[in-house]
């Protein structure tokens, strides 16, 4: 099978970049023979995915697959979706840092929404709107394969966040879910809390570096009473003030199954520091909290 996979994704780059180019792209070669390769910052380009899709069409081996900052467009996604619907032994696929924009994305998730072998998926920075997240957020309803979506420092705001909550009503698959940075506030916050007083599978969830304010934190508190699935929250950097950050602390009174909150950046101040640090050592001593 190794032999037959190096000479197939070979004639495939011959064919691309012509005979003198095959020898520089032999890495990528390798990537088909090997089970986890990292071929980032290596300016693949969608010239280069049209060959390394074809090959992971019929593949069997790859298992990892790190294609970060290579200036992947839409073209190269939409050949990777077409890939992801035939390929049945890619676990991890990490397209960070690319061009792939609302279009490719898309593509990306109607796949995903056949695809029952991606366990982890990596899609931050790529410039992703509302329009690619509804279409990320309607193939969570019907993946069951997915544990790990990362869609960190993308503009998905507060309705992105609402599509996302609604397909986590549904979904017992998704484990961790990246969102920092990605323009959410207060409604996009409430809509998360309401996912998690219903789901029961997500463990981590990370809303680090957006604005979701004392309401969205007190929203979250009264889910984080309800849920019993979540090991790890981060809300770093989030405009909770000290309020909101007691919103949380004390939401451990009846939540014990939380093992790490990180609350730093949020203005909460010494007087409010100490309050959170008593009641979690009283409520829930074996909870880390970074203040």
């Known amino acids: 099978m190794f032999s037959y996979c190096f000479?197939?994704?070979?004639?495939?780059?011959?064919?691309?970049?012509?005979?003198?180019?095959?020898?520089?792209?032999?890495?990528?070669?390798?990537?088909?023979v090997t089970l986890v390769s990292s071929l980032q910052s290596n300016s693949i380009s969608?010239?280069?995915m049209t060959a390394l899709t074809r090959s992971l069409r019929t593949n069997q081996c790859l298992q990892s697959l790190n294609l970060r900052e290579?200036?992947?467009?839409?073209?190269?996604?939409?050949?990777?979706?077409?890939?992801?619907?035939?390929?049945?032994?890619?676990?991890?696929?990490?397209?960070?840092?690319?061009?792939?924009?609302?279009?490719?994305?898309?593509a990306i998730a109607g796949a995903i929404g056949v695809n029952q072998s991606l366990t982890s998926l990596h899609l931050q920075w790529n410039f992703i709107k509302v329009?690619?997240?509804?279409?990320?957020?309607?193939a969570l309803t019907s993946n069951t394969s997915l544990n790990l979506l990362?869609?960190?420092?993308?503009?998905?705001?507060?309705?992105?966040?609402?599509?996302?909550?609604?397909?986590?009503?549904?979904?017992?698959s998704l484990k961790t879910l990246c969102l920092q940075g990605v323009s959410a506030g207060r409604s996009g916050a409430i809509a998360m809390a309401t996912a998690l007083m219903v789901n029961h599978s997500l463990h981590t969830l990370d809303l680090?570096?957006?604005?979701?304010?004392?309401?969205?934190?007190?929203?979250?508190?009264?889910?984080?009473?309800h849920n019993h699935s979540l090991k790890s929250l981060n809300l770093q950097e989030?405009?909770?003030?000290?309020?909101?950050?007691?919103?949380?602390?004390?939401?451990?009174?009846?939540?014990?199954?939380?093992?790490y909150i990180n609350l730093q950046g949020n203005g909460i101040g010494e007087s409010g520091a100490k309050v959170i640090s008593d009641t979690i050592r009283t409520n829930s001593p074996d909870c880390v909290v970074m203040i």
Not at 76 to 104: C, V
């Open 208 to 225: 680090r570096g957006n604005s979701i304010g004392m309401e969205g934190a007190k929203a979250l508190a009264s889910a984080l009473k």
């Open 70 to 106: 290579n200036s992947v467009g839409v073209v190269g996604a939409r050949n990777m979706a077409a890939a992801l619907r035939e390929n049945g032994a890619l676990r991890n696929l990490d397209l960070t840092a690319n061009l792939l924009h609302d279009e490719g994305v898309q």
């Open 7 to 32: 000479l197939n994704v070979k004639r495939e780059f011959q064919e691309i970049f012509g005979q003198k180019h095959t020898t520089s792209h032999v890495s990528l070669t390798l990537a088909v």
């Open 238 to 259: 989030n405009s909770l003030g000290m309020d909101g950050a007691i919103f949380i602390a004390t939401a451990l009174r009846a939540n014990h199954q939380l093992t």
């Open 46 to 48: 969608d010239r280069g």
């Open 150 to 172: 990362d869609l960190q420092e993308n503009c998905i705001g507060d309705e992105g966040m609402v599509c996302l909550a609604n397909a986590l009503k549904n979904n017992c």
């Open 131 to 138: 329009g690619a997240t509804k279409a990320l957020a309607h």
